[in-house]
């Protein structure tokens, strides 16, 4: 297994494997990701959760790849398949976000004494 | 050769790349900000303006579409199911819109690695080849370990978001009542299933020959993983459900990184770590909040 790793990472361009470069990538977004959310008021849950589903989204970066030469026609099918669903939910999934914060006016969420 | 699918980038690579991090912190300044009440709104638009950055540079580096229809056809028609399923839904309707489209994402990503199966096989090499063990030189796609897990976890988890988030969409919308569903939802059922799908998920990526069997072995996975997604989800009350909405969000971001090791884009591993990662705190902050465990 380790030997057919090194073969494939010594197929790789450039000094570092790709799977290398990957995984400390993974390891900082992961921080990032773990640290950028400290305190949320209970009122933004809901639009947190749906914005960062419209990044969930990022998956059709993905998808614009089946529609590339070298792609069978199964493929492509199931290509083209994604890139609707994924910009479902990327255009979705923002206009959902914009909508739940225009509740909020400039001093919180309407409906309540204050923000 | 590194890279699964031949590509031209408009100005070189670097300019690509350099767009990835430009959307990528956008991504990271909108979560943030999307924490506080006076900038969220702000924060909504800064992501959504990194996403259309991330989809402008991923246009330029393979923009030798074979198939540009695939292209223009799907982000239309997406873009307006996705605005009118946005702009007409009631308020009071939001959180299962959130499950619906969530599960759309993961829907996506399992479209995409049972895609890139296709694509791995149709390229001329002895029948017998799996995912790790086809390494070629000569032609555009290199296997290795590595990309086999990543193609069968992003068909693993791809499926469960998917049907998991259709479930919570639709016991949120009424259309679903009860804690199972056709047998499904009972502990030992779902421990059966997960362990089936392991089991498929290292056959699909380590044994199944490029022949056949591979493209079988992946659509049993997604089919089983389908089917334990429900399993997952359906036992769990509507009470609960905005956290195991909360918990699939992170699971369809983990499915986006995983895609990204499979094609080799920084990108994919950085957000979907991002919301992966994200969600998961979001997901604990939620259930304190409810004062419940997960």
């Known amino acids: 297994m380790l030997a057919l790793a090194a073969v494939s990472a010594a197929q790789d361009e450039g000094n570092l494997p790709f799977l290398i470069v990957g995984l400390w990538v993974l390891l900082l977004a992961v921080f990032v990701g773990f640290e950028v959310i400290s305190k949320v008021p209970p009122t933004l849950h809901t639009p947190l959760m749906s914005g960062s589903n419209a990044i969930s989204g990022i998956t059709i970066v993905g998808a614009l790849y089946c529609a590339t030469e070298g792609y069978p026609g199964f493929a492509k099918v199931l290509g083209f398949l994604a890139i609707a669903l994924a910009t479902i939910n990327v255009v979705g999934g923002f206009v959902v976000t914009d909508r739940m914060l225009r509740m909020f006016g400039r001093k919180g969420p309407r409906g309540k004494g204050r923000g | ?294």
């Open chain 2, 1 to 294: 050769m590194a890279e699964a699918v031949p590509h031209l980038a408009l100005a070189g690579d670097t300019s690509v790349e350099l767009a990835y991090m430009a959307a990528a912190l956008a991504f990271i300044v909108g979560i943030r900000r999307l924490s506080g009440v006076r900038t969220a709104a702000a924060g909504n638009r800064v992501a959504a303006l990194g996403m259309l950055v991330a989809i402008g540079a991923t246009l330029a580096l393979l923009w030798r579409f074979d198939a540009l229809w695939i292209v223009a056809g799907g982000m239309g028609a997406g873009a307006l199911v996705g605005w009118l399923l946005a702009t007409r839904v009631p308020m009071t309707a939001m959180p299962e819109m959130v499950a619906l489209l969530n599960g759309f994402g993961g829907a996506a990503s399992l479209l995409v690695a049972l895609s890139e199966v296709d694509h791995f096989r149709a390229h001329p090499a002895t029948d017998t080849e799996t995912l790790v063990f086809r390494f070629s030189a000569a032609h555009s796609v290199v296997g290795g370990p590595d990309y086999a897990t990543a193609v069968v976890l992003s068909i693993l988890i791809g499926a469960v978001t998917f049907s998991g988030s259709l479930v919570a969409w639709s016991k949120l919308a009424g259309k679903v009542k009860g804690n199972r569903l056709w047998g499904l939802g009972q502990k030992p059922v779902n421990a059966l299933l997960a362990l089936v799908a392991i089991g498929l998920a290292v056959w699909a990526g380590y044994f199944a020959g490029a022949d056949g069997a591979m493209l079988w072995a992946s659509l049993a996975l997604a089919l089983i993983a389908l089917v334990l997604g429900i399993g997952l989800v359906v036992p769990i009350g509507g009470a609960d459900m905005p956290v195991v909405i909360s918990l699939l969000n992170s699971y369809s971001g983990i499915a986006a990184m995983t895609t990204g090791f499979v094609l080799r884009n920084n990108l994919l591993i950085v957000a979907g770590s991002l919301v992966g990662a994200s969600g998961i705190i979001l997901t604990r902050i939620m259930c304190r909040a409810m004062n419940r465990s997960l």
